[in-house]
């Protein structure tokens, strides 16, 4: 059997070895869970045409980022707030709008911030002003309890996990058709999935920062199983 192919869009910066033209890149660790997990990643830049990728896509993995231009929501950057890229967040809405039910998506960080704006959500756009710390920031390891029986918790293998946290914002109001399975102590949003999906996703924190961790390992395991699942049926019917 082929390995599924896990769609991964890029982002976008300077060439640090030629300031004049720009590179479009993704962090190593994100590939490496991938190939670690079974599947084959394919970087995808923005500004390609989704909807001619979609057919060839066995899974979807959204990456961390810099923050979702809060435009996207109906509000003003916040001071602190760093926008990505422009276009990132195009692209990607196009391939979610693009992509089947059945086909799974697994959003990490900004990916799952997106899946909550995308869904008609919004986010809070600096922690520390209403959470009072800037713990959640940094790499900072911290742990949190998922519900039990949901979708999350059945990737990940546990209940009580933990991870790295590298973030700013997160979840506000939530998404339409998304539910929130877990919070850490502060009360942040944590983790999400779809209600109205297949196994559509969202952890707020790392774990692609660390690949060693059972639950980690666990969770992109589940992950192209759910894309071979999905890559079987797409062959079994022939098209969509």
């Known amino acids: 059997m082929k390995k599924p192919l896990i769609?991964?869009?890029?982002?976008?910066?300077?060439?640090?070895?030629?300031?004049?033209?720009?590179?479009?890149?993704?962090?190593?660790?994100?590939?490496?869970?991938i190939i670690a997990a079974g599947g084959v990643p394919i970087l995808i830049p923005h500004g390609a045409d989704m909807k001619d990728l979609i057919d060839l896509l066995d899974g979807w993995m959204i990456i961390g980022g810099r923050d979702i231009d809060p435009a996207h929501y109906g509000q003003e950057l916040h001071p602190l707030g760093e926008t990505e890229v422009m276009g990132r967040f195009e692209s990607e809405k196009e391939l979610y709008e693009s992509a089947p039910e059945s086909m799974p998506i697994l959003g990490i960080c900004y990916g799952c911030q997106f899946?909550?704006?995308?869904?008609?959500?919004?986010?809070?756009?600096?922690?520390?002003?209403?959470?009072?710390?800037?713990?959640?920031?940094?790499?900072?390891?911290?742990y949190y309890e998922v519900e039990s029986g949901t979708k999350v918790a059945g990737a990940l293998g546990a209940d009580k996990v933990s991870g790295k946290s590298y973030h700013h914002q997160a979840i506000g109001k939530i998404g339409n058709g998304l539910k929130v399975?877990?919070?850490?102590?502060?009360?942040?949003?944590?983790?999400?999935?779809?209600?109205?999906?297949?196994?559509?996703?969202?952890?707020?924190?790392?774990?692609?920062?660390?690949?060693?961790?059972?639950?980690?390992?666990?969770?992109?395991?589940?992950?192209?199983?759910?894309?071979?699942?999905?890559?079987?049926?797409?062959?079994s019917c022939g098209t969509w």
């Open 181 to 235: 399975v877990a919070k850490s102590e502060d009360g942040t949003v944590e983790a999400v999935e779809d209600v109205e999906r297949r196994w559509v996703l969202g952890v707020q924190w790392h774990p692609e920062r660390t690949p060693d961790d059972p639950a980690s390992q666990s969770l992109f395991r589940e992950f192209i199983l759910q894309a071979s699942q999905y890559q079987k049926e797409k062959e």
């Open 115 to 142: 899946l909550n704006v995308v869904k008609g959500g919004d986010l809070i756009q600096h922690l520390p002003d209403v959470a009072g710390t800037g713990l959640h920031n940094g790499g900072t390891l911290q």
């Open 7 to 33: 769609a991964i869009v890029t982002t976008k910066g300077p060439d640090p070895g030629a300031e004049e033209r720009d590179i479009f890149y993704v962090g190593k660790p994100y590939v490496d869970c």
